[in-house]
């Protein structure tokens, strides 16, 4: 009996989860705003309807999406952060994770930061910002675990740290993408990352 169930429901998990690949596929090609429906069936060599026979709504695809977005970046996150040595170096392997996820899903930025998609749908949105709030509280967590172990500042304001830390990320990503291929956004995140290292490390004792 429940081998006939998972008989039935696995053509459906996997025609989802190909709509969701298509579907980051084609916002890295054309841009979150511009993607449709039939852009993703046409891709795909269907029909709309059978797009539509798996998600309601166009805006259940993107919800689909954000929720695969999230699952993936906190594997690579949960990852980089269970080999490191101390919290310091969780942020910094988490960093790099999250650069090499970017550089091998380019889409993934835009898809968080669409204007269009936030305005949109307040389920989009308020997804969106709890994958965001999250990984905030995630890296505010790692830094108040540093301050105890004495390795950044007791007086370091974890939260606006990690919200500088998500910033430092959107910004050179989109530099990234405004200047093309003239900047390497893993060289710029080289050139960065030691710039918020230095900011949260604890300082030497000065004589």
Do not use: C
Request: net charge positive; charged share 25%; hydrophobic share 45%.
């Amino acid at each position: 009996m429940s081998h006939e169930v998972i008989q039935r429901r696995m053509p459906t998990e996997e025609r989802q989860n190909e709509i969701i690949r298509v579907a980051v596929e084609l916002a890295a090609e054309k841009g979150v705003d511009s993607v449709t429906t039939q852009n993703m069936a046409d891709a795909m060599k269907v029909t709309q309807g059978a797009i539509f026979k798996h998600f309601a709504t166009k805006d259940d695809i993107w919800v689909a999406v954000m929720r695969w977005i999230r699952e993936q970046l906190m594997k690579v996150l949960e990852k980089a952060a269970s080999e490191a040595t101390d919290p310091i170096n969780a942020i910094e392997r988490m960093f790099f994770a999250h650069i090499a996820f970017i550089s091998k899903h380019p889409a993934i930025p835009r898809l968080l930061f669409s204007e269009l998609l936030h305005k949109k749908s307040s389920k989009l949105r308020d997804l969106i910002q709890e994958i965001i709030s999250g990984y905030e509280a995630k890296i505010a967590g790692l830094l108040d675990t540093a301050k105890k172990q004495s390795l950044a500042p007791p007086d370091l304001d974890s939260k606006s740290a990690a919200v500088l830390y998500i910033g430092m990320i959107q910004g050179l990503v989109m530099q990234a993408s405004i200047f093309g291929g003239k900047r390497s956004l893993l060289d710029e995140a080289k050139k960065t990352f030691p710039i918020f290292l230095h900011g949260i490390k604890k300082r030497g004792t000065e004589v």
